[in-house]
Protein backbone atom coordinates (compact mmCIF):
# COMPACT_ATOMS: atom_id res chain seq x y z
CA UNK A 1 0.00 0.00 0.00
CA UNK A 2 1.49 3.35 -0.49
CA UNK A 3 2.47 5.50 2.10
CA UNK A 4 0.79 8.76 2.36
CA UNK A 5 2.11 12.05 0.76
CA UNK A 6 4.30 14.47 3.00
CA UNK A 7 3.65 17.17 2.21
CA UNK A 8 6.49 20.15 2.06
CA UNK A 9 4.20 22.88 4.71
CA UNK A 10 1.03 22.18 5.87
CA UNK A 11 -0.93 25.03 7.14
CA UNK A 12 -4.12 23.08 7.33
CA UNK A 13 -2.69 21.39 10.05
CA UNK A 14 -1.64 24.12 11.81
CA UNK A 15 -5.22 25.48 12.30
CA UNK A 16 -6.60 21.83 13.14
CA UNK A 17 -3.73 21.97 15.90
CA UNK A 18 -6.05 24.51 17.29
CA UNK A 19 -8.96 24.39 15.41
CA UNK A 20 -11.89 25.41 18.80
CA UNK A 21 -9.68 27.99 20.49
CA UNK A 22 -9.12 29.78 16.50
CA UNK A 23 -12.95 29.37 15.91
CA UNK A 24 -13.91 30.71 18.75
CA UNK A 25 -11.82 33.99 18.24
CA UNK A 26 -13.46 33.95 14.83
CA UNK A 27 -16.74 33.74 15.96
CA UNK A 28 -16.08 36.57 18.70
CA UNK A 29 -14.72 38.67 16.49
CA UNK A 30 -17.71 37.83 14.04
CA UNK A 31 -20.26 39.26 17.09
CA UNK A 32 -18.38 42.26 17.74
CA UNK A 33 -19.31 44.22 15.11
CA UNK A 34 -15.50 45.91 14.32
CA UNK A 35 -13.55 44.12 11.54
CA UNK A 36 -10.82 46.84 11.11
CA UNK A 37 -7.93 48.07 13.77
CA UNK A 38 -10.26 47.22 17.27
CA UNK A 39 -9.62 45.25 20.26
CA UNK A 40 -8.17 42.26 18.78
CA UNK A 41 -5.47 44.30 16.92
CA UNK A 42 -4.45 46.66 19.04
CA UNK A 43 -3.97 43.25 22.13
CA UNK A 44 -2.36 41.35 19.31
CA UNK A 45 0.05 44.46 18.45
CA UNK A 46 0.53 44.45 21.94
CA UNK A 47 1.25 40.86 22.36
CA UNK A 48 3.33 40.35 19.52
CA UNK A 49 5.27 43.29 20.37
CA UNK A 50 5.66 41.89 23.96
CA UNK A 51 7.14 38.64 22.39
CA UNK A 52 9.47 39.70 20.09
CA UNK A 53 10.76 42.46 22.78
CA UNK A 54 10.13 45.43 20.90
CA UNK A 55 8.11 48.74 22.79
CA UNK A 56 5.50 48.88 19.93
CA UNK A 57 4.15 46.55 16.88
CA UNK A 58 2.14 48.09 14.28
CA UNK A 59 -0.19 45.67 12.26
CA UNK A 60 -0.47 46.27 8.72
CA UNK A 61 -1.95 43.91 5.53
CA UNK A 62 1.09 42.12 4.44
CA UNK A 63 5.28 41.73 5.00
CA UNK A 64 5.51 43.11 1.90
CA UNK A 65 3.63 46.35 3.08
CA UNK A 66 5.52 45.82 6.67
CA UNK A 67 8.98 46.42 4.45
CA UNK A 68 7.25 49.54 2.15
CA UNK A 69 5.73 51.30 5.81
CA UNK A 70 9.73 50.69 7.15
CA UNK A 71 11.20 52.50 4.94
CA UNK A 72 9.06 55.14 4.47
CA UNK A 73 8.63 55.73 8.12
CA UNK A 74 12.71 56.16 7.89
CA UNK A 75 12.28 58.98 5.23
CA UNK A 76 13.72 56.44 2.88
CA UNK A 77 12.58 58.42 -1.05
CA UNK A 78 13.35 58.49 -4.38
CA UNK A 79 17.09 58.77 -5.67
CA UNK A 80 18.14 57.03 -2.26
CA UNK A 81 19.64 53.54 -2.25
CA UNK A 82 19.00 50.53 0.26
CA UNK A 83 21.18 47.77 0.18
CA UNK A 84 19.95 44.09 0.70
CA UNK A 85 20.51 40.54 -0.88
CA UNK A 86 19.15 39.05 -4.16
CA UNK A 87 18.92 35.03 -2.47
CA UNK A 88 15.61 36.18 -0.81
CA UNK A 89 11.80 36.52 -1.08
CA UNK A 90 11.67 38.94 -4.10
CA UNK A 91 9.07 40.96 -1.70
CA UNK A 92 12.47 42.37 0.01
CA UNK A 93 13.57 44.00 -3.02
CA UNK A 94 10.20 44.83 -4.72
CA UNK A 95 9.37 46.93 -1.33
CA UNK A 96 12.60 49.06 -2.09
CA UNK A 97 11.72 49.80 -5.42
CA UNK A 98 7.81 50.93 -4.70
CA UNK A 99 9.51 53.35 -2.22
CA UNK A 100 11.04 54.80 -5.34
CA UNK A 101 14.48 54.11 -3.77
CA UNK A 102 17.18 51.84 -5.40
CA UNK A 103 17.80 48.70 -4.09
CA UNK A 104 21.74 47.64 -4.33
CA UNK A 105 21.96 43.63 -3.91
CA UNK A 106 24.82 42.56 -1.98
CA UNK A 107 26.03 38.08 -1.89
CA UNK A 108 25.51 35.94 0.70
CA UNK A 109 27.70 34.08 3.02
CA UNK A 110 28.17 30.81 1.73
CA UNK A 111 27.29 29.02 5.29
CA UNK A 112 24.52 30.95 6.15
CA UNK A 113 22.74 32.09 3.38
CA UNK A 114 22.71 35.71 4.67
CA UNK A 115 23.99 38.86 4.15
CA UNK A 116 27.67 38.31 4.05
CA UNK A 117 29.17 41.07 5.98
CA UNK A 118 31.76 41.41 4.33
CA UNK A 119 30.38 42.09 1.15
CA UNK A 120 28.32 44.53 2.47
CA UNK A 121 31.89 46.44 3.53
CA UNK A 122 32.89 46.27 0.17
CA UNK A 123 29.84 47.80 -1.30
CA UNK A 124 29.63 50.41 1.48
CA UNK A 125 33.34 51.83 1.18
CA UNK A 126 33.20 50.99 -2.56
CA UNK A 127 29.77 51.94 -4.08
CA UNK A 128 29.30 50.87 -7.67
CA UNK A 129 28.96 54.18 -9.75
CA UNK A 130 25.99 55.85 -10.37
CA UNK A 131 24.31 54.79 -6.79
CA UNK A 132 22.75 57.64 -4.67
CA UNK A 133 22.97 58.21 -0.97
CA UNK A 134 22.76 54.55 0.57
CA UNK A 135 20.26 55.43 3.51
CA UNK A 136 19.48 51.93 5.12
CA UNK A 137 20.49 47.92 5.00
CA UNK A 138 17.80 45.63 5.26
CA UNK A 139 19.00 41.98 6.69
CA UNK A 140 17.14 39.13 5.83
CA UNK A 141 17.14 36.52 8.38
CA UNK A 142 16.49 33.95 5.49
CA UNK A 143 14.83 30.40 6.72
CA UNK A 144 15.06 31.65 10.35
CA UNK A 145 18.37 32.02 10.83
CA UNK A 146 19.34 35.55 11.54
CA UNK A 147 21.92 37.65 9.70
CA UNK A 148 24.86 37.88 11.52
CA UNK A 149 23.66 41.25 13.13
CA UNK A 150 26.65 41.91 15.39
CA UNK A 151 28.92 42.64 12.16
CA UNK A 152 26.03 44.13 10.14
CA UNK A 153 25.16 46.42 12.85
CA UNK A 154 28.38 47.71 13.64
CA UNK A 155 28.73 48.49 9.43
CA UNK A 156 25.77 50.25 9.80
CA UNK A 157 26.02 52.60 12.69
CA UNK A 158 29.41 53.06 11.34
CA UNK A 159 28.10 54.94 8.17
CA UNK A 160 25.35 56.06 9.98
CA UNK A 161 23.12 54.15 8.45
CA UNK A 162 19.29 52.85 9.39
CA UNK A 163 18.84 48.88 9.43
CA UNK A 164 15.79 47.12 9.01
CA UNK A 165 15.44 43.45 10.02
CA UNK A 166 13.77 41.50 7.72
CA UNK A 167 11.82 39.07 10.14
CA UNK A 168 9.33 37.41 7.44
CA UNK A 169 10.83 33.77 8.34
CA UNK A 170 12.03 34.51 11.53
CA UNK A 171 9.41 34.99 14.69
CA UNK A 172 11.37 33.71 17.72
CA UNK A 173 14.62 33.35 16.31
CA UNK A 174 17.29 35.11 18.41
CA UNK A 175 20.87 36.47 17.86
CA UNK A 176 22.94 36.90 20.34
CA UNK A 177 20.23 36.61 22.84
CA UNK A 178 18.54 39.42 21.43
CA UNK A 179 15.14 38.11 19.82
CA UNK A 180 14.77 38.85 15.74
CA UNK A 181 13.03 42.04 15.30
CA UNK A 182 14.60 43.66 18.72
CA UNK A 183 17.91 45.00 17.19
CA UNK A 184 17.52 46.92 14.16
CA UNK A 185 15.52 50.58 14.02
CA UNK A 186 12.79 48.56 12.77
CA UNK A 187 11.64 44.89 12.06
CA UNK A 188 9.24 43.45 9.29
CA UNK A 189 7.21 40.43 9.79
CA UNK A 190 4.98 38.59 7.24
CA UNK A 191 1.93 36.22 8.56
CA UNK A 192 1.57 34.68 5.38
CA UNK A 193 -0.22 31.31 6.46
CA UNK A 194 3.28 29.34 6.17
CA UNK A 195 5.27 31.20 8.32
CA UNK A 196 6.43 30.21 11.83
CA UNK A 197 3.59 32.78 13.17
CA UNK A 198 0.75 32.42 10.06
CA UNK A 199 -2.70 33.97 9.74
CA UNK A 200 -5.73 32.33 7.47
CA UNK A 201 -4.63 35.21 5.28
CA UNK A 202 -2.41 38.00 5.04
CA UNK A 203 -0.69 40.16 7.34
CA UNK A 204 2.52 41.44 8.79
CA UNK A 205 3.40 44.05 11.57
CA UNK A 206 6.44 45.95 11.49
CA UNK A 207 8.31 46.72 15.65
CA UNK A 208 9.81 48.79 16.89
CA UNK A 209 11.56 50.45 20.54
CA UNK A 210 11.36 54.07 19.21
CA UNK A 211 7.93 56.07 19.88
CA UNK A 212 8.32 58.54 16.85
CA UNK A 213 8.69 55.66 14.11
CA UNK A 214 5.79 53.65 15.99
CA UNK A 215 3.63 56.79 15.50
CA UNK A 216 4.92 58.12 11.97
CA UNK A 217 3.99 54.17 11.16
CA UNK A 218 0.55 54.28 12.85
CA UNK A 219 -0.12 57.12 10.84
CA UNK A 220 1.14 55.96 7.00
CA UNK A 221 -0.76 52.64 7.78
CA UNK A 222 -3.99 54.61 7.44
CA UNK A 223 -4.04 57.42 4.76
CA UNK A 224 -1.71 59.46 6.82
CA UNK A 225 -4.03 60.58 9.63
CA UNK A 226 -2.73 61.26 12.69
CA UNK A 227 -4.83 62.95 15.75
CA UNK A 228 -8.14 63.66 13.84
CA UNK A 229 -9.66 60.48 11.52
CA UNK A 230 -10.28 61.82 7.95
CA UNK A 231 -7.74 64.61 8.05
CA UNK A 232 -4.28 63.39 6.35
CA UNK A 233 -1.19 64.88 8.22
CA UNK A 234 0.76 63.14 5.19
CA UNK A 235 0.38 61.01 2.56
CA UNK A 236 0.16 57.42 3.78
CA UNK A 237 -2.08 54.54 2.41
CA UNK A 238 -4.39 51.73 3.73
CA UNK A 239 -2.72 48.72 5.16
CA UNK A 240 -4.30 47.69 8.53
CA UNK A 241 -4.28 43.87 9.79
CA UNK A 242 -7.76 43.13 10.17
CA UNK A 243 -9.95 41.78 13.16
CA UNK A 244 -10.04 38.58 12.16
CA UNK A 245 -6.39 37.94 11.39
CA UNK A 246 -5.62 39.21 14.46
CA UNK A 247 -7.91 37.15 16.79
CA UNK A 248 -6.41 34.08 15.00
CA UNK A 249 -2.35 35.17 15.50
CA UNK A 250 -3.49 35.72 19.15
CA UNK A 251 -4.24 32.45 19.48
CA UNK A 252 -1.08 30.77 17.40
CA UNK A 253 0.87 33.08 19.35
CA UNK A 254 0.28 31.47 22.05
CA UNK A 255 2.01 28.19 20.43
CA UNK A 256 5.18 29.98 18.89
CA UNK A 257 7.85 29.01 21.11
CA UNK A 258 6.38 25.04 21.32
CA UNK A 259 5.98 24.99 17.56
CA UNK A 260 9.90 26.56 17.06
CA UNK A 261 11.20 23.84 19.80
CA UNK A 262 9.47 21.43 17.36
CA UNK A 263 10.93 23.01 14.07
CA UNK A 264 14.17 22.79 15.95
CA UNK A 265 14.15 18.80 17.18
CA UNK A 266 13.11 18.07 14.10
CA UNK A 267 16.09 20.09 12.36
CA UNK A 268 17.91 17.99 14.64
CA UNK A 269 16.80 14.66 13.31
CA UNK A 270 17.16 15.29 9.82
CA UNK A 271 20.91 16.24 10.90
CA UNK A 272 21.74 13.33 12.33
CA UNK A 273 20.31 11.41 9.38
CA UNK A 274 21.71 13.39 6.59
CA UNK A 275 24.99 15.02 7.73
CA UNK A 276 26.86 12.39 5.64
CA UNK A 277 25.78 12.61 2.70
CA UNK A 278 24.71 16.11 2.39
CA UNK A 279 25.55 19.41 3.75
CA UNK A 280 22.96 20.11 6.29
CA UNK A 281 22.63 23.79 7.45
CA UNK A 282 25.28 25.55 9.73
CA UNK A 283 25.42 26.34 13.30
CA UNK A 284 26.38 29.09 15.32
CA UNK A 285 26.66 29.67 19.31
CA UNK A 286 25.29 32.41 18.55
CA UNK A 287 22.12 31.91 16.90
CA UNK A 288 18.73 30.14 18.13
CA UNK A 289 17.51 28.91 14.72
CA UNK A 290 13.76 29.06 13.89
CA UNK A 291 13.86 26.88 11.15
CA UNK A 292 10.77 28.35 8.64
CA UNK A 293 12.72 25.94 6.31
CA UNK A 294 15.35 23.37 6.75
CA UNK A 295 17.47 23.80 4.07
CA UNK A 296 19.95 21.30 2.21
CA UNK A 297 22.52 21.65 -0.22
CA UNK A 298 23.57 19.16 -2.19
CA UNK A 299 25.12 19.31 -6.85
CA UNK A 300 22.44 16.50 -7.14
CA UNK A 301 19.74 18.65 -6.03
CA UNK A 302 17.17 18.39 -9.12
CA UNK A 303 17.35 14.42 -9.88
CA UNK A 304 17.17 13.91 -5.67
CA UNK A 305 13.98 16.13 -6.19
CA UNK A 306 12.59 14.14 -8.39
CA UNK A 307 13.14 10.96 -6.44
CA UNK A 308 11.61 12.56 -3.56
CA UNK A 309 8.79 13.66 -5.51
CA UNK A 310 7.95 9.90 -6.60
CA UNK A 311 8.38 8.96 -3.36
CA UNK A 312 5.96 11.29 -2.72
CA UNK A 313 7.60 13.18 -0.51
CA UNK A 314 7.75 17.20 -0.93
CA UNK A 315 9.93 19.95 -1.21
CA UNK A 316 10.55 23.35 -2.50
CA UNK A 317 13.42 25.62 -3.33
CA UNK A 318 13.84 29.03 -1.71
CA UNK A 319 14.61 30.34 -4.35
CA UNK A 320 15.25 29.08 -7.77
CA UNK A 321 16.43 32.52 -9.16
CA UNK A 322 18.06 34.92 -7.73
CA UNK A 323 16.18 38.10 -8.12
CA UNK A 324 18.77 39.65 -9.98
CA UNK A 325 18.30 37.47 -12.95
CA UNK A 326 14.58 37.52 -12.89
CA UNK A 327 12.86 38.57 -15.80
CA UNK A 328 11.51 41.92 -13.68
CA UNK A 329 15.25 43.00 -12.46
CA UNK A 330 17.98 41.22 -14.72
CA UNK A 331 19.88 43.28 -16.31
CA UNK A 332 18.97 47.06 -14.92
CA UNK A 333 18.92 46.20 -11.16
CA UNK A 334 22.03 47.59 -9.01
CA UNK A 335 24.59 44.79 -7.86
CA UNK A 336 27.86 44.93 -6.02
CA UNK A 337 30.83 45.24 -8.14
CA UNK A 338 32.45 42.07 -6.83
CA UNK A 339 29.31 40.01 -7.59
CA UNK A 340 26.90 37.52 -6.08
CA UNK A 341 28.70 34.35 -6.87
CA UNK A 342 27.53 32.50 -3.76
CA UNK A 343 24.01 34.00 -4.12
CA UNK A 344 24.52 32.16 -7.67
CA UNK A 345 25.43 29.12 -6.44
CA UNK A 346 23.24 28.02 -3.84
CA UNK A 347 20.00 29.15 -6.29
CA UNK A 348 21.28 26.39 -7.93
CA UNK A 349 22.17 23.37 -5.52
CA UNK A 350 20.02 24.65 -2.29
CA UNK A 351 16.59 21.87 -1.27
CA UNK A 352 13.67 22.82 1.27
CA UNK A 353 12.55 19.53 2.93
CA UNK A 354 9.32 19.23 4.63
CA UNK A 355 9.29 21.52 7.84
CA UNK A 356 6.20 22.27 10.05
CA UNK A 357 5.34 21.89 13.42
CA UNK A 358 2.87 18.89 12.92
CA UNK A 359 5.53 16.83 11.05
CA UNK A 360 6.30 13.47 12.45
CA UNK A 361 9.08 11.71 13.60
CA UNK A 362 8.44 8.74 11.11
CA UNK A 363 8.01 11.22 8.38
CA UNK A 364 11.52 12.73 9.03
CA UNK A 365 13.00 9.26 8.72
CA UNK A 366 11.10 8.27 6.20
CA UNK A 367 12.17 11.65 3.87
CA UNK A 368 15.81 10.35 5.42
CA UNK A 369 15.76 6.87 4.05
CA UNK A 370 13.97 8.17 0.78
CA UNK A 371 16.82 10.87 0.24
CA UNK A 372 20.02 8.01 1.51
CA UNK A 373 18.28 5.51 -1.43
CA UNK A 374 18.67 8.16 -4.00
CA UNK A 375 21.99 9.59 -3.07
CA UNK A 376 23.40 6.07 -3.09
CA UNK A 377 21.85 5.97 -6.86
CA UNK A 378 22.79 9.32 -8.09
CA UNK A 379 26.26 9.03 -6.46
CA UNK A 380 26.83 11.49 -3.95
CA UNK A 381 25.37 14.22 -2.76
CA UNK A 382 27.95 16.11 -0.96
CA UNK A 383 29.12 19.78 -1.60
CA UNK A 384 32.01 20.37 -3.70
CA UNK A 385 35.73 19.08 -1.90
CA UNK A 386 36.46 21.01 0.76
CA UNK A 387 33.04 21.46 2.46
CA UNK A 388 31.46 19.73 5.65
C1 LIG B 1 11.97 37.16 3.45
C2 LIG B 1 10.59 37.66 3.13
N1 LIG B 1 10.37 38.99 3.08
C3 LIG B 1 9.15 39.49 2.82
C4 LIG B 1 8.07 38.67 2.58
C5 LIG B 1 6.76 39.29 2.21
O1 LIG B 1 5.71 38.92 3.06
P1 LIG B 1 4.19 38.87 2.50
O2 LIG B 1 4.07 37.66 1.64
O3 LIG B 1 3.38 38.79 3.76
O4 LIG B 1 3.95 40.14 1.76
C6 LIG B 1 8.24 37.28 2.66
C7 LIG B 1 7.11 36.35 2.47
O5 LIG B 1 6.83 35.86 1.45
C8 LIG B 1 9.53 36.76 2.92
O6 LIG B 1 9.75 35.45 3.00
Same mark, same amino acid.
Given at each position: ???????????????????????????????????? +????????????????????????????????????????????????????????????????????????????????????????????????????????????????????????????????????????????????????????????????????????????????????????????????????????????????????????????????????????????????????????????????????????????????????????????????????????????????????????????????????????????????????? +???????????
Amino acid at each position: MALPPVPQNDPKAAYLAQRAAIDAAITRTLESGWYI +LGKETTAFEAEFAAAVGCRHGIGVGSGTDALILALRALGVAEGDAVVTVSHTAVATVAAIELTGATPLLVDIDRDTYTMDPAALARVLAAPPPGIGRIAAVIAVHLYGRPADLAAIGALTRRHGLRLIEDCAQSHGARFDGSLAGSIGDLACFSFYPTKNLGALGDGGMVTTRDDALAAELRALREYGWRGERYVSERTGMNSRLDELQAAILRVKLSRLAADNERRRALAARYDAGLRDILTVPTRDQRVEHAFHQYVVRTPRRDPLRAALGEAGIGSAIHYPVPIHLQPAYRGRIACAPSGLAETEAAAREILSLPMYPQLGEAAIDRVVEAMTEALAL +LGGGTSPPGRP
